[in-house]
């Protein structure tokens, strides 16, 4: 069974990564320093999946660690998502969020190319089309400028991987462009742990109808779109995450010296009130919201063309807005009755 280097995989992707990983027959070995997540997820995997995975509490940009972890197992490919991926805080703290993005990505791709290994699935995201000018947006619609830290360092990212594999180190890259990743497993073990108060919608509708939120405000009615309300293509993680083995088998059969970028998206925008009526649907739940003012800076409306991973990589989304909805119901009432801390 090839193993498969998983950087921040005790995160809210990387652990559901880790499972589709193990169902595809790849064998997670997991590396992450816990800054954003808890130790408590990898028995959660163990539980759902009957295996434990190798583990190992240590910084990405920590050249000692990832050698220990090559000294220990031959790895055949690293799917990167350790980051900061808070976008105000990037605001904030902008050289916290370029030294560990950008940092980690360099000490990663010099371990790579001195251990041999090739194959390299990059965490990027819609955020580097910014606002885009046409829709759906393809992998060839251009890239905007940066709103953010955080976004530049996707959009960096993306330009270090590429200017690499130009200089013909003998490495395959695809960078997947995630769009609004929502839901969590359906065991609901596991799932996104947002720490403090969610900046993003559906943790912030979850905790707002389990009472630890008063209410949640829509940023805005007023836009062009159907209802008003900002669209966005939000997508399972399950879903997302099962993308990540697609990519890595379709990484192992090309020559050397590939890249490329892919979408992760159900091709399908959805208003935020269609994700409140979806939430109120499944749970029978009246959700507290009400209209407020515009978000300065919000993008109002993007959804992916998936016709590229669709017909490339083979991969399709499966769950629907309702599924999102449900599980990530079921996740905030296991964080709302004990265990793993919010
Ligand atoms: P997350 O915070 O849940 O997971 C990231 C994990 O990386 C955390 O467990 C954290 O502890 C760990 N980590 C951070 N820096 C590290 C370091 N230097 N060394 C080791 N571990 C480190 O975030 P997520 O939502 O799972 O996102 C995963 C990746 O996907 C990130 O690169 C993020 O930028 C990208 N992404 C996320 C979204 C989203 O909306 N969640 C959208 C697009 C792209
Ligand atoms: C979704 C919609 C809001 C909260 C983030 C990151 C971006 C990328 C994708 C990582 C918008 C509305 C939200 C609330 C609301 N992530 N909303 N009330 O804007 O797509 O961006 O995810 O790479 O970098 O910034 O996601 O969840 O913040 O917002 O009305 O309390 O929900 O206006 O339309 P967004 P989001």
Redesign the pocket.
Known sequence: MKKILI?????????HTAVELWNAGLEPII???????HAQ?LQRLKEITGKSFSFYK?????RVVLDQISREHDIAGVI??????AVGESTIKPLDYYK??L??LLVLLEYMRDKGIKDLVF?????VYGQPDQLPVTETTPRKEAESP?GN??KIGEDILLDYVKSKPGIRIIAL?????VGAHPSGKIG??PIGIPQ?LVPFITQTAAGIREKLVVFGDDYDTSDGSCIRDYIHVVDLANAHGKALAYLFSQELNFFDVFNVGTGKGNTVLEVIRSFESVTGLKLNYEIGPRRAGDVIKTWADTRKINNVLGWHAKYTLDDCMRDSWRWQQTLTSKDLPT
Do not use: M, Q, W
């Open positions: 950087t921040g995989g005790a995160g809210y992707i990387g652990s590396l992450d320093d816990l800054s954003n997540s997820v240590g910084d990405c940009n920590d990167h998502f350790a980051a900061f991926k560990n993005n940092g980690s965490s990027s995201s819609c955020t955080y360092t996707k462009r995630y769009f609004n990743p996104e742990l993003n």
